[in-house]
């Protein structure tokens, strides 16, 4: 659970960006203060005569997604990636909620939609790496880890699950490197598997 609370901690991160733009309603201002029911509400009468708006559906979505409702986060998001079908925040969004969900194939479908799109963040390559070692695929979930890292060097998270991929697959040396590695970033969860598989 701490995983995946960290991890949608980096997620919020890059959509903030795409959250900032302008926008004709009170919605963003009601989710930045965590009124998400409200904010629904407000994105609800803004789409009314903006219903092509991907920006408010988007962020409905993710005030559905705040208080549970997935089955309308997961159809906002669809619908947003409808309009604009290169939107990689869209489908970083979509490959998350599927990972959530468990449905670990959706989650690489989307992933690797956004990893395909021009200029993709490190975020779409250690969400593609993720799913693809939810789903067993090591060779490739440690390729995909290490593309996220060769983006950014200081990726924490990333160098946590490469380390415990290594881990699973008799690699213990260069594993607990990329654990400490992951914990010298602040990834503090490195502490508890340094301290059980490193020591």
């Not at 890059?14 to 201002?29: P, T």
């Not at 997604?65 to 906002?76: C, P, Q, R, T, Y």
């Not at 799913?131 to 950014?152: F, P, R, V, W």
Request: aromatic content about 10%; overall charge neutral.
């Amino acid at each position: 659970m701490r995983t995946q609370i960290r991890f949608y901690s980096s997620l919020l991160l890059l959509i903030s960006l795409f959250a900032c733009g302008s926008a004709s309603n009170d919605g963003d201002d009601l989710f930045a203060a965590e009124k998400y029911e409200e904010a629904i509400q407000a994105y609800d009468k803004f789409l009314s005569t903006n219903p092509k708006n991907v920006k408010a559906l988007y962020n409905r979505g993710r005030s559905h997604e705040e208080i549970g409702n997935s089955d309308l986060a997961e159809k906002d998001f669809i619908t947003a990636l409808e309009y604009e079908a290169n939107n990689v925040q869209v489908m970083l969004s979509l490959s998350n909620h599927f990972q959530k969900q468990k449905n670990h194939s959706s989650a690489l479908l989307y992933a690797d939609r956004a990893v395909e799109t021009p200029g993709a963040p490190a975020m779409a390559y250690f969400m593609k790496a993720r799913a693809l070692h939810q789903l067993g695929n090591t060779d490739d979930a440690m390729k995909e880890y290490s593309a996220a890292i060769k983006m950014d060097k200081e990726f924490g998270q990333a160098y946590y699950n490469r380390g415990l991929l290594k881990l699973a697959t008799n690699k213990k040396k260069s594993g607990c490197e990329d654990l400490n590695l992951a914990l010298k970033l602040n990834y503090s969860q490195a502490s508890a598997a340094i301290e059980k598989y490193c020591k």
